[in-house]
């Protein structure tokens, strides 16, 4: 595979703030990359600074395997879609969406055709001469999406494109972001603060926290194999139990810290006596009948959805189980737990990091 | 009756006073001067007249006799100019200079900020200032412009009837410049950042996002200050009065400094008043096209 886009040992400071720390990604041509965390964790600094909007202090920025670092925005030939949308008001749908041909000096027939080619593929056919004051906000995002899909770039960026939306639409239009990114064969980034966007879209999902990158890979190896416990509290919905606990003299279980000591079961050795922090994913755990389980809480809260029961128990640190065996637990009742050895996440109990 | 009562203290009632109030106001001190005038524009004013509404109706006998004069051309082209340059002058330098400081360097605010000093001052004390800028044989200006070698010989701004105009129209575009710029500074700004990065991304390079995303969102943001800078202009007394009071020979005059001239100079008000009318209509124009132009605005 070909990279598209490529970082190595970027850094960025503002005065002495130092916003991305020693960043080092390749996204491979047409794959779709999720930046991902939250707020001021420099994931929108680093995508401007891939759209030339910001300049990275040190580091090296390829795209398409030109040196970048100091080429003016209007010449990397990459497009992006705005949080804001940033439609130009004065300008009808048809003049938004051939506005860089225009720039270019392409013919009017030339435009005509470009436009008429794009909006029927983003369903904008019949608003082409509407100004954007006049569409809703869905409407918008696909005017957004289609000035940059007209221009056939390098790379699509995208800066949070959907948090402006309605959740109902929200899903809709997560969906056809991707099918558009397959039919295009494009290569994209993805800036975003929900986790549940990133997983569902990306082919790629990048964990940032104050500038660093925490961890990258395939979602799926981010839900399994959480690198620390930062990202196994970022990653998954709703967030992963943390419980304090030691591992116990056989070095093969660990006996937790929540009330009553308890004993959960892991499948690999780790050092006898360690204090360490349990993960316990909330629909890992399983409610069981009385004397099946390992281990057992009171009852604090619980929320039916329909679909799944929230458990919440009444310890601290609260521990949150999904139930979809709709069973009849109330609260104050006990709730007794078994999850599988393979499911338990351990880490260490200062660094975070998974043992 | 109590209805109606409640109605002043709580419901229609209430709106309609409070919009009677600033009515009426401007009914009786800018209304009503202005009928009168119209009114005296048609009439026959002399000095012992002038206490009476009564007075003999000549039809358009003042406005006859106001073209018939050999001044009134050369003084209608005065203002023409006057107000064409004046307005281009302190909207292309207000212009520049709102994009200056829209950069937003260190200390921007402030010193824009200080540019306002000019608008503060009171339009006499502008003009004694610029007397001595434009004095013929000690003026600033003329040093510069002789030291730079762009003139042999003096200019003498204020008597030569070809640069008297002049000298007041450098003055007035000084005095109105800020006001420009501020007005101008707050339309860039309104302009969100993010469409100006859109459109760099888009290919765009300096002089075409100025062309195509500042000007036309501008739009009705220079509309509203050409429209009142044509307002402003026509009321500029206080630099003719200052500088040049309308002469040598009527060369600098313009129509708001003759009116003032012919009625409580020459006391002929019947005259006087006919050229207010005239500038009534002018500014009148310009009113329509200020509210037109605050009133489409394009935004988001």
Not at chain 2, 257 to 273: E, N, T
Request: charged share 15%; proline share 4%.
């Amino acid at each position: 595979m070909t990279l598209q886009i490529e970082l190595s040992g970027v850094n960025k400071y503002y005065g002495a703030f130092h916003a991305l720390k020693n960043i080092d990604l390749a996204i491979e041509k047409g794959s779709f990359v999720a930046l991902v965390g939250p707020s001021g964790c420099g994931k929108s600094t680093l995508l401007r600074s891939l759209a030339g909007l910001e300049s990275i202090s040190t580091g090296d920025l390829r795209i398409a395997g030109d040196l970048m670092n100091s080429v003016p925005p209007r010449k990397r030939d990459v497009a992006m879609v705005f949080q804001t949308y940033a439609l130009y008001p004065h300008m009808t749908v048809e003049q938004n969406l051939t506005y860089s041909l225009r720039i270019r000096g392409a013919s009017k027939a030339e435009m005509k055709k470009a436009a008429a080619e794009v909006a029927a593929t983003t369903g904008l056919s019949a608003l082409l001469g509407r100004y954007p004051r006049e569409l809703s906000g869905g409407q918008r995002q696909r005017v957004a999406m289609s000035r940059a899909i007209i221009r056939n770039p390098k790379a699509f960026l995208f800066d949070e494109p959907l948090s402006n939306l309605d959740a109902a639409l929200r899903v809709h239009m997560r969906k056809e972001i991707r099918m558009l990114h397959d039919r295009l064969g494009a290569t994209s980034v993805y800036v975003t603060h929900d986790q549940i966007e990133a997983m569902t879209m990306a082919d790629h999902v990048v964990v940032m926290r104050d500038g660093i990158i925490e961890q990258q890979g395939r979602p799926l190896d981010l839900y399994d194999r959480p690198a620390n416990k930062f990202v196994a509290g970022f990653i998954g919905s709703p967030a992963m139990n943390f419980i304090p606990a030691t591992v116990g003299a056989d070095g093969l279980s660990l006996v937790t810290h929540v009330g009553e000591p308890q004993t959960i079961v892991l499948d690999r050795a780790l050092d006898p006596g360690r204090t360490v922090t349990a993960g316990l994913r909330p629909e890992h755990l399983h409610a069981v009948d009385a004397g099946q389980g390992t281990f057992r809480f009171p009852v604090g809260i619980v929320e039916t959805t329909g679909s799944a029961t929230y458990i919440s128990t009444a310890t601290a640190p609260e521990i949150t189980i999904v139930d979809t065996a709709r069973r009849s637990i109330r609260a104050g009742d006990v709730v007794e737990l078994s999850i599988r050895p393979s499911d338990v996440h351990v880490f260490d109990a200062d660094t975070g990091i998974r043992l | 009756m109590k209805r109606l009562l409640s109605s002043i203290t709580d419901g229609k009632g209430f709106d309609i006073a409070l919009v009677a109030f600033p009515l009426g106001y401007l009914f009786l001190m800018s209304g009503l001067p202005l009928l009168y005038n119209v009114v005296m524009s048609f009439q026959e004013v002399d000095m012992f007249s002038l206490g009476s509404f009564w007075r003999p109706f000549v039809g358009l006998k003042n406005y006859r006799d106001l073209f018939a004069q050999p001044e009134t051309l050369p003084i209608l082209y005065n203002t023409g100019i006057f107000v064409a340059a004046s307005i281009a002058g302190q909207f292309l330098l207000g212009f520049g200079l709102a994009l200056f400081f829209w950069t937003n360097f260190p200390g921007a605010s402030w010193l824009r900020g200080l540019f306002l000093v000019s608008w503060v001052m009171p339009g006499l004390v502008v003009g004694a200032i610029w007397n001595w800028i434009l004095s013929g044989d000690f003026g600033v200006l003329n040093f510069l412009l002789r030291e730079t070698g762009i003139i042999d010989g003096n200019i003498f701004w204020r008597s030569d009837p070809n640069f008297s105009l002049w000298a007041v129209i450098i003055a007035n575009i000084w005095l109105g410049m800020a006001f420009n710029m501020i007005l101008l500074s707050v339309g860039l700004s309104a302009i969100p950042k993010d469409l100006y990065e859109a459109a760099e991304l888009d290919g765009a390079n300096a002089f075409q996002r100025f062309w195509t995303i500042t000007l036309p969102m501008m739009r009705s943001t220079i509309g509203a200050i050409i429209s009142l800078g044509l307002i402003f202009t026509l009321q500029q007394f206080d630099l003719f009065a200052a500088i040049t009071s309308g002469g040598p020979n009527n060369s600098s005059n313009v129509t708001q400094y003759w009116a003032w001239d012919l009625s409580f100079r020459q006391y002929d008000f019947a005259k006087g008043a006919t050229i207010s009318v005239i500038m009534i209509v002018f500014v009148m124009f310009a009113s329509v096209v200020y509210v037109r132009s605050t009133r489409h605005e394009v935004r988001g």
